[in-house]
Nanobody, 116 residues
Framework: QVQLVESGGGPVQPGGSLRLSCAAS????????MNWYLQPPGKQRELVAT???????NYSDSVKDRFTISKDFVENILYLQMGSLKPEDSGFYYC??????????WGQGTQVTVSS
């Protein structure tokens, strides 16, 4: 099956920056829209950023001026560059895509904790 593996999370101070990575198996980044989700404590997952196979991006209102989603087609890595981090950005971040059969695929998640 397709494998998604997130990494790069950790503790960071408010106002700091962090870069998350999602390693994707095969040619996933060339075929599907990729998403980053955030699951804050006590809440369900919420969509943070999206990038299509062609490179079009969208962001939630809360992160659109601070986060950048990108991908490396050669290395098969999806990135989320996070800046000006706030405590409300804390939680587990997951990369995700949905195939043509509408089946969702998720990584194991990586935790980001924004606190001073």
């Amino acid at each position: 099956q397709v494998q998604l593996v997130e990494s790069g999370g950790g503790p960071v101070q408010p106002g700091g920056s962090l870069r998350l990575s999602c390693a994707a198996s095969g040619s996933i980044l060339n075929l599907y829209t990729m998403n980053w989700y955030l699951q804050p404590p006590g809440k369900q997952r919420e969509l943070v950023a999206t990038i299509t196979a062609s490179g079009l991006t969208n962001y939630s209102d809360s992160v659109k001026d601070r986060f950048t989603i990108s991908k490396d087609f050669v290395e098969n890595i999806l990135y989320l560059q996070m800046g000006s981090l706030k405590p409300e950005d804390s939680g587990f971040y997951y990369c995700n895509y949905r195939d043509r059969r509408l089946r969702n695929y998720w990584g194991q998640g990586t935790q980001v904790t924004v606190s001073s």
